[in-house]
């Protein structure tokens, strides 16, 4: 008899703290997985129970509109445009003219051609007034021309005949410029000795070859038109 009765007392207490237990683990449970869960749905809160963490019951304050301003903004300024100088190009310095230097003057079919001493570039009167009465017989406006200079190679050096050639085009070209051809019309070629002289014409020259645009052609005057009848 004593037996079942401890037995039974053993049971009941036993089952008393079963009872006790499963809401405080069911609700330990819930809380560690989500503590905005609940058992039966997922949008019930769980009421506060003590030993939680309190909720958070405060709502933020809306956030104020930006006002809507009434008027148009003014305009923007626009900082004045940035004006760079425009240079003109310097002249060439004008060419060496020496009474006493070696040359002579060839009139070509379509130019001239120019001689020079042996390693100079200067220009004599004879060669300086040829040049500036060429540029004069042609229209400039129309006229292009081409400076072919020529020089003796040199064996050993072959860029000494190229320098000395580059001289003398850029003494005809001043002497091209000052008597009034704009530069883009002149077209200067340094050959040194890179093209032998035909027969007969010496190395140390200068061929200028002149070329004349055609006028353009003046537009067609239209008709007047005819008067109606009344």
């Known amino acids: 008899m004593r037996t079942f009765t401890n ?18 683990g069911g609700r330990a449970e819930t809380r ?8 039966n749905g997922p949008h019930q809160t ?29 305009p923007p300024v626009l900082p004045p445009p940035l004006v760079v100088p425009i240079r003109k190009p310097e002249p060439p310095l004008p060419p060496t003219v ?3 230097a070696a040359g002579g003057v060839d009139h070509l079919k379509d130019g001239l051609r120019l001689t020079f001493g042996a390693g100079s570039a200067d220009l004599n009167p004879e060669t300086d007034g ?20 020529h020089a003796l190679p040199t064996p050993d050096d072959p860029s000494t005949a190229r320098r000395l050639s580059l001289s003398r085009a ?3 070209r001043a002497a091209l410029i000052e008597s009034g051809i704009a530069s883009p019309h002149i077209y200067v070629r340094a050959l040194g000795g890179s093209e032998p002289p035909p027969p007969g014409v010496t190395p ?8 004349v645009a055609s006028p353009a052609a003046a537009p067609a005057q239209a008709a007047p038109p005819e008067k109606a009848a009344p």
């Open 7 to 24: 037995r039974f007392a053993t049971g009941v207490a036993t089952a008393a703290l079963l009872a006790c237990l499963a809401p405080c």
């Open 32 to 39: 560690n997985r989500d503590p905005h869960a609940h058992r």
């Open 46 to 74: 769980l009421p506060w129970l003590p030993g939680d963490p309190r909720p958070n019951t405060s709502t933020a304050a809306p956030s104020a509109m930006p006002a809507v301003p009434t008027q148009a903004p003014p």
């Open 98 to 100: 020496l009474p006493d």
């Open 130 to 149: 040829a040049i500036r009465a060429l540029a004069r017989s042609e229209p400039p406006d129309r006229t292009t021309f081409s400076v072919a200079a």
């Open 170 to 172: 850029l003494a005809v």
């Open 204 to 211: 140390d020259r200068v061929d200028i070859v002149v070329t």
